[in-house]
């Protein structure tokens, strides 16, 4: 059975940095990302990473670029979303997502696994 855990999130004052992980089993995936979704928002993409035989590739949604950073642990099957500069508005529930294949896709419709969320919150 395949899941996906989160941890590492709380709160932390704006300015501050959070490290959220997300470990993966029951299978391994070329694809995996973060989404988050703010109280009354859409669930948004925030980043992705995938690997293939031609190296890793990394996508962010352009409110987080320079600020925020994912990286995987292949041996742990784990990738770990690093915040840095956070700001009240990147307060949300944020969710692992993992999909096959690697195709770095921003939509939620093309990922086929999914965590229960960990919830961010920072304070101003």
């Known amino acids: 059975q395949v899941q996906l855990a989160e941890s590492g999130g709380g709160l932390v004052q704006a300015g501050g940095s959070l490290r959220v992980s997300c470990a993966a089993s029951?299978?391994?995936?070329?694809?995996m990302g973060w989404f988050r979704q703010a109280p009354g928002k859409e669930r948004e993409f925030v980043a992705a990473?995938?690997?293939?035989?031609?190296?890793?590739?990394?996508k962010y949604v352009d409110s987080v670029k320079g600020r925020f950073t994912i990286s995987r642990d292949a041996a742990k099957n784990t990738v770990f979303l690093q915040m840095n500069s956070l700001k009240p508005e990147d307060t949300a529930i944020y969710y692992c997502a993992a999909r096959q294949g690697s195709l770095l896709s921003t939509r939620r419709s093309e990922y086929d696994y999914w965590g229960q969320g960990t919830q961010v919150t920072v304070s101003s």
């Open positions: 029951g299978r391994t995936f070329n694809t």
């Open positions: 990473t995938t690997w293939s035989w031609d190296g890793n590739w990394s």
